[in-house]
Each structure stands twice: as C-alpha cells, then as structure tokens.
C-alpha cells in the first residue's frame, strides 16, 4: 500500500429557487454576544478554559467590524460547539494528506478533521438566522502539541467558523464590511471563501449587437489560505 499527497479543494456550488417568498423583515446586527459551548474540549487532554477562548474569538470577530459585545443588553447570539474529531473528507481549502493511494479505499481523502458548528440567533425570539458546520484539519491538535498551541489553533478554528456565519446572516450589514482592503484586521481566519460578481465590461453590448458570450457577467471564487489567496473565476472561459 503506498503513500500519496492529495491536493484538495472544496467544490462549490450555486443554486438558486425560483418563485421564493419574500423574506420577513429582520432587525440588524446592533449589539451580538458570543457564547461557546463547553462540549467535547476535554478530548484534547489538557485543561481548556471556555470562557478565555470565547473572549479570544470575540475580540478576533470584532476586529472584522462586526458589532461582537462583552455586555448586554443583545440583539443576537452567536453560539459556537465543537464536535469531535472523526475521519471524514478534508476540509475546505487546500490541504495535504497522506494514505491509501488506492481511490475505492474506505480512507481514500480522508483526514482527522474537527467539525466547528456555528449558529446565529435573534436574542428574543431565539430563531436561528444562520448555523453552518465547518471542519477543519485536526493534525495541529494532536496531544504532543503543547497546549497553548492547541488553544490557538482552536480560537482560529472556532474564529473562521464563525466569521462564515456572519458573513452569510440575511442581515443588513455596512457595505464593505468585510473587504479587507478596507481595514486592517489582526487576525486572519483559518481558511475564508469569498464568491464575488464579476461584471459585463461596460458598452460591451447594444441593442443592435449583442454582447459576446466571454462579455458576459462571470463568478471569482476566492480561497483564502493563511498565505496568499488562490483566485477561480467561472464564465465562458472557465478558468
């Protein structure tokens, strides 16, 4: 049986429904308090502190100008709970593997991954606006790394998995919120995927003449790696 080093990267899908009521009106983001749950922080073996790494993934979210409060009264409550780590597909972005070289193996791409689930409730009626589950590559938390490594690694974990929550809220948010080029954060998520509209150059098409099929509006995809970005753009070109 050899060994082998898979590059993977996360497919991304769109999809839209046509005939879809129009949403209910919601309050914006205005005050939002941030809450990890205790469960599964002791298969790590070591002592972890929940509320330390909840003041450490709230400060890290605000520097993203979202409105992440230490006091009360809230509009919302974004919740974080970790799983445990299983063998599952490798995480979104880019990542190296190695095992089964055969692709009909049980463990072909697979890694120790640790699921992140991440959810965004209205603080009064406790609806969910948004929960997603995120995974993320578990070899930085092995039990021979030492344990403000693994804290570390878990605020950024937990940070990413949340900051993808609040990116996606069906909230109103202030334009630019989260362009970067805009503000300089401290901290940078784990891995950030970012789809963009990429539109049809100006005067490119008229009544009479239509635009061509590579004038049309495209999709950039953007990976966000903890180094630089990887850039897919989707049109006719299909680059």
């Known amino acids: 049986m050899k060994n082998f080093f ?20 919601v309050k914006p983001l205005q005050a939002v308090a941030f809450e990890l749950a205790d469960d ?8 972890l502190d929940p509320a330390n790494l909840a003041e450490r993934v709230r400060n890290n979210l605000a520097e993203w100008q979202f409105p992440l409060s230490a006091s009360g009264p809230f509009s919302h ?12 597909e490798t995480p979104v972005g880019f990542s190296f593997s190695s095992g089964n070289s055969d692709p009909r193996a049980v463990d072909f791409q697979k890694a120790d991954v640790l699921p992140v689930t991440c ?6 009626n406790q609806a969910v606006l948004v929960e997603r589950e995120s ?8 039990k021979d790394v030492a344990p403000a490594r693994i804290a570390d690694k878990l605020v950024d974990q937990i940070g990413t998995a949340c900051l993808d929550v609040l ?22 998520p784990d891995v950030r995927v970012e789809v963009r509209e990429i539109p049809a150059a100006a005067g490119a098409s008229t009544a009479a003449q239509p635009a061509a099929i590579g004038d ?24």
């Open 119 to 124: 959810s965004l409730r209205d603080a009064g």
């Open 6 to 25: 898979v590059l993977a990267v996360a497919a991304l899908g769109f999809a839209g429904a046509a005939g879809a009521a129009e949403p209910e009106p």
């Open 167 to 188: 990116e996606q809220a069906p909230l109103p948010k202030q334009p630019g919120r989260v362009r970067t080029e805009l503000f300089k954060p401290k901290w940078m």
């Open 40 to 47: 599964n922080l002791s298969q790590f073996g070591i002592g």
């Open 135 to 142: 995974t993320f590559s578990a070899h930085a938390l092995d």
């Open 77 to 88: 409550r974004l919740q974080a709970r970790l799983g445990k780590v299983a063998r599952r």
């Open 216 to 239: 049309e509006p495209k999709k950039e995809v953007i990976i966000h790696n903890q180094g630089n970005p990887v850039i897919f753009q989707f049109g006719y070109e299909r680059k």
